[in-house]
Structure formats: C-alpha cells, structure tokens
C-alpha cells in the first residue's frame, strides 16, 4: 500500500502563489502517472495536471498557463506550483498515483489540502 502525504495547502489573495507537494511512501517497486485533483463545494471532483514519468504533462484547460506540475522521481514526489490564482481555484486539492507493487497496478489517493483563494 501506498500513502501520499500533501502539504502547502492555504489561503491566498487573488493573483498569489502557492506550491502543492504531495510524497508518496510504502511498498513501491514503481510509480507511473502522478496528478492533481480538485474539488470545489458543490461540484465533481475534477482532473487539474498529471505528469507520467518520463516527465509528459497534461493540464485542464483552466489552469493551463498559470499552473506547473513536476515531479521528483527519487523522493517519490510530485509539486504543483499555482500562480495568478483566482477565486475560482478554491478547491481541495487532492493527489492521485498510480503504481506498482508486488501485488500489482494500483491507485492512491491523499487526503486532500485545502487552498482558499480570497478576492
């Protein structure tokens, strides 16, 4: 089993900055696609940026051009840095890993850390 722990989660003004990690620790021969997920009161939870390990990034078209996800292969770490925030972004932001163990393919999920964006 695989736990991921994020940090850097707060509360920010409009046009700030912030930095997500998210570590991931436990039984891992592997870790494939890393992202960032986020889920505003009242709505789905949505996909924000994955990056694959050989550094492939994909990005929601609403974050496009303000946020950038990397990654750390040997601290098992992924790293979202959020600028020109706005209102809207207010969310949990969650992180998801794919891996494999000796058991297999799997997925994880963190807890989740919350980043308010005030106007």
């Known amino acids: 089993q695989v736990q991921l722990v994020e940090s850097g989660g707060g509360l920010v003004q409009a046009g700030g900055s912030l930095r997500l990690s998210c570590a991931a620790s436990?039984?891992?021969?592997?870790?494939?696609?890393m992202g960032w997920y986020r889920q505003a009161p009242g709505k789905q939870r949505e996909l924000v940026a994955t990056?694959?390990?050989?550094?492939?990034?994909n990005y929601a078209d609403s974050v496009k051009g303000r946020f950038t996800i990397s990654r750390d292969n040997a601290k098992n770490t992924v790293y979202l840095q959020m600028n020109s925030l706005k209102p809207e972004d207010t969310a949990v932001y969650s992180c998801?890993?794919?891996?494999?163990?000796?058991?297999?393919?799997?997925?994880?999920w963190g807890q989740g850390t919350q980043v308010t964006v005030s106007s």
């Open positions: 990056i694959a390990t050989g550094g492939d990034t």
């Open positions: 998801h890993a794919d891996y494999t163990s000796w058991a297999g393919d799997f997925g994880s």
């Open positions: 436990g039984n891992i021969f592997s870790i494939n696609v």
